[in-house]
């Protein structure tokens, strides 16, 4: 959605367009997870322990504006879309590609429109769904992507839940503060991380104070598809 904004803003064919998601908790949805065996009682994204997914709901929405059309408003900015990709592993109707390949080429085609090398990257809000696969192959995509550097990443499911639909909006929220504020949150459940992710620097225990001006976030879902969006600092 955020992707598909930017596009419209950059190609004049929108002013400002209103970008997010939203999702609900149903009987229908939770019984399909079920069925796959993906959930769990808690959600320990890239932990050892780690059992399946939590389900949550909510809704998250941000402003995409012309740089131009929000200072003529005189609106606040609080942070720039630099760009997106999106890539298909073609693999399995619901699990990844265990070598993250789809994901990498998603966070590569970000990079790339956004004219930026990995090295410029000062922060990763990572999809970390907490099960086993989906984890693995994520810290499997961010290792093909940065290689041996190491990135603060942080993953926001443990505290509110996959919500599914507005998962990819809250990560961006989440982006937008980290960068206006300079403190990067931990990533909620993770007690003891799986030596299969041990190449991650993941935040865990405590909030980190880090200066972020550049932001990725990363999305995985069914059918092996993968989407990633890079953000400045405003």
Same mark, same amino acid.
């Given at each position: ?19 997010? &998601? ?6 229908? /949805? ?22 399946? =997914?939590?389900?949550?709901? *909510?809704? #998250?929405?941000? /402003? ?6 929000? !200072? ?6 609080? @942070?720039?879309? =630099? ?13 990844? %590609?265990?070598?993250?390949? *789809? ?12 004219? =930026?090398?990995? !090295? ?7 999809? @970390? ?11 499997? !995509? =961010? ?6 550097r190491r990135v603060p990443v942080s993953g +926001? ?10 998962? *990819? ?16 949150p931990p990533t909620v459940g993770l007690a003891? +991380? %799986?030596?299969?992710? #041990? &190449? ?20 995985? @879902?069914?059918?092996?598809?993968? !989407?990633?969006? /890079?953000?400045?600092?405003?």
């Open positions: 959605a955020l992707a598909l904004a930017a596009t419209w803003v950059r190609a004049g064919r929108a002013d400002v367009v209103l970008a997010g &998601g939203t999702d609900l908790l149903c009987r229908f /949805v939770v019984a399909g997870f079920n069925a796959l065996r993906a959930t769990a009682e808690v959600a320990r994204p890239f932990d050892r322990e780690r059992r399946g =997914l939590v389900l949550g709901e *909510g809704a #998250a929405v941000v /402003v995409v504006e012309d740089a131009g059309h929000a !200072a003529r408003r005189g609106a606040p900015v609080v @942070g720039r879309f =630099l760009g997106h990709g999106a890539a298909a592993d073609a693999v399995h109707m619901t699990a990844p %590609d265990r070598e993250g390949r *789809g994901a990498a080429r998603a966070i590569l085609a970000a990079l790339a429109d956004a004219g =930026l090398p990995p !090295a410029g990257v000062d922060l990763v809000s990572a999809h @970390g769904t907490g099960t086993p696969y989906n984890d693995a192959m994520e810290a499997a !995509a =961010l290792g093909r992507v940065f290689e041996a +926001i499911k443990g505290a509110i839940g996959h919500t599914l639909g507005a998962a *990819g909006a809250f990560e961006v929220v989440l982006c937008l503060q980290a960068m206006a504020t300079g403190v990067v003891s +991380i %799986d030596p299969a992710c #041990a &190449g991650l620097d993941l935040v865990q225990g405590a909030a980190r104070a880090h200066r972020v001006d550049v932001a990725l976030s990363t999305s995985s @879902g069914f059918a092996g598809s993968n !989407a990633a969006v /890079v953000l400045g600092r405003a």
